[in-house]
């Protein structure tokens, strides 16, 4: 546990020092912010508006961003200590390749997740101060949920980084194979399934579908946000059809973790299962 926590206070560090932490936050926090007060520009209107539309429009947004950081982060974690000779002698220390894998983990999840919590809570307080939030229970709630499930969707990104890292020689690769994970999962899987749907004339199983979205993390993560909001699914798009499932909460979280803890395992055991 000692080693665990030393890689993981190395990688945190390595975090603060290449100043991830503060673009992270202030991206996030940027985002929310402009999201919040320019959100009904459109329509002619600059304030800061609803709850339901702040958040709604930011989770649309975030799905695209949280993943590429997160990938971009993570992709070059052991591929790139490969390249620069590190690699060979951390393995030479009294430490197995899960401390080193699960240390390195916890690093970059608590990058992501100090980041989101700063970045999307300073955000939520200057909604709530300068926006005359009518319903300020609903504005944390919402923002609660949102910051987890935002952070669960970074660290399942991270999970696929480590696995892309353990799998390849070069950075270069690894980079490539990252942005290809990025567009299969945020834009090619749900164009797929609307393709699956209007082919099929709209046959498909409603139930199978609702499950078949489960299978992509970036769904599950408009759907938890979407549940909270009720009136604004009709603005989501596909999503919004496993929104109207009833998953439970719990459920879509407990998808999240496990989308969390597939790509992280598997790439433990590739790691440890490879020679060196």
């Known amino acids: 546990m000692n080693n665990l926590l030393i890689v993981a206070g190395k990688e945190f560090r390595d975090g603060l020092r290449n100043r991830w932490v503060l673009a992270i936050t202030l991206v996030f926090g940027l985002l929310a912010i402009g999201l919040a007060y320019f959100g009904a520009a459109a329509s002619g209107q600059v304030g800061f508006t609803r709850v339901s539309t702040t958040i709604v429009s930011l989770s649309s947004l975030a799905v695209f961003l949280i993943p590429l950081i997160a990938l971009m982060l993570a992709y070059d974690s052991i591929v790139g200590e490969d390249e620069q ?6 393995l030479t220390y009294p430490i197995s390749r899960v401390e080193i894998l699960a240390g390195k983990f916890l690093g970059h999840a608590a990058i992501l997740g100090v980041s989101t919590f700063v970045g999307f809570g300073v955000a939520g307080v200057i909604i709530a101060i300068f926006g005359g939030a009518d319903n300020l229970g609903e504005l944390v709630a919402a923002l609660a949920l949102f910051i987890l499930s935002a952070m669960l969707l970074g660290w399942a990104f991270v999970g696929f980084a480590y696995l892309i890292s353990v799998n390849v020689a070069e950075k270069s690769r690894a980079a490539g194979i990252a942005l290809v994970v990025w567009f299969l999962f945020v834009i090619v899987y749900d164009l797929a ?3 699956v749907l209007v082919g099929t004339g709209g046959e498909v199983s409603e139930s199978l579908f609702h499950y078949l979205l489960l299978l992509n993390p970036t769904d599950i993560f408009r759907i938890v946000n979407l549940t909270f909001f009720e009136a604004a ?11 109207g499932a009833a998953f439970h909460p719990a459920m879509l979280i407990g998808a999240m973790l496990a989308w969390v803890v597939f790509p992280l395992g598997l790439a433990m055991w590739i790691f440890r299962s490879r020679e060196a």
């Open 85 to 90: 000779g590190t690699l060979l002698l951390l």
């Open 193 to 195: 399934l609307l393709g």
């Open 233 to 243: 699914r009709t603005q989501a798009g596909l999503a919004s059809i496993g929104a």
